[in-house]
């Protein structure tokens, strides 16, 4: 496999990557909002989907300070 070759699989595979990561952060951001809706604490929420309370916070569109 030359250079070319390999930067074009290199490529591909970013390309797919970040798909799945789009993917992936949208479904957690929308099973958050709906847990936070149901009542669960924004900490919870957080804590289990390994993100920044204040990242939760702007998903909710509350400010953040």
Known sequence: MD???RL???GSLLA???SRLASAKREARDAAVEAVAQG???REVA???RVDRMTLRRWLGKAVT
């Open 3 to 5: 250079i070319v070759d």
């Open 8 to 10: 074009d699989a290199a």
């Open 16 to 18: 797919d990557l970040s």
């Open 40 to 42: 669960v604490s924004e």
């Open 47 to 49: 804590r289990r989907i």
